[in-house]
Structure formats: structure tokens, C-alpha cells
Nanobody
């Protein structure tokens, strides 16, 4: 199982970025994928997740209305579209995977995911 994030960068307040999580070694349809972020000095927090089996999605309150998680099973890739970015969104963003062939009924915590990518830095300037 391998996860590779990309798409991070520097953006101004109000701007947009699309993060990509390229998965290999497994089939998305049998896995749940989560996006997390970690700012300096803070704990890693869940941003959004998607069930590979049914496509159900969940968002943290901080992401609702601004972020959209989606997947492309043909490309075995998960995306996080981030709009209306704020300085407080600055963090390293990680994607994570867990084998979970059924739908998710909640937004799982970090302990749920055994597989993690290396992260991509997102910086939002004020």
C-alpha cells in the first residue's frame, strides 16, 4: 500500500488548491480514505473522508462548505478540493487509507488508518 500526496503550495487567503492522493497497491473500492492536516504545534486532525465502497463522505466542521473530497476509481486517486482558503488552513496535509469494504457512518480518527502518505504542505498567506 502506497499513498502519495501532491498539489500543496502557497496561496493567498480566499484562494483554492486541489490536493491529490495517488494510491497504489490496493483498490480504492475496498478502502476508506481520509484527509488529515497537522499545523505546527497542533495535533493531527481529520478534515474529510470518503468511503471507497459507496462514496459516502464526511467533513470536519472547519471544512464544511469549503472543501470537497472525491475519488476517481479508474485512476485510483482521491482529491481534496479546497476553496475559500484561510490562514488557519495552513498545515501539512496527509491522506490515509484503511481497508473498509463497507460504508462509513462517521469520520474516523487517525487510529483508524494504518496507511499514510508523506504529506504535502499548504500555506495560506493573509
Amino acid at each position: 500500500v502506497q499513498l502519495v500526496e501532491s498539489g500543496g503550495g502557497l496561496v493567498q487567503t480566499g484562494g483554492s488548491l486541489r490536493l491529490t492522493c495517488a494510491a497504489s497497491g490496493f483498490t480504492l473500492g475496498h478502502y476508506a480514505i481520509g484527509w488529515f492536516r497537522q499545523a505546527p504545534g497542533k495535533e493531527r486532525e481529520g478534515v474529510a473522508c470518503i468511503s471507497g465502497s459507496c462514496g459516502s463522505t464526511y467533513y470536519a466542521d472547519s471544512a464544511k462548505g469549503r472543501f470537497t473530497i472525491s475519488s476517481d476509481k479508474a485512476k485510483n486517486t482521491v482529491y481534496l478540493q479546497m476553496n475559500s482558503l484561510k490562514p488557519e488552513d495552513t498545515a501539512v496535509y496527509y491522506c490515509a487509507a484503511a481497508h473498509h469494504p463497507s460504508g462509513l457512518g462517521y469520520n474516523p480518527p487517525t487510529e483508524f488508518y494504518p496507511y499514510w502518505g508523506q504529506g504535502t504542505q499548504v500555506t495560506v498567506s493573509s
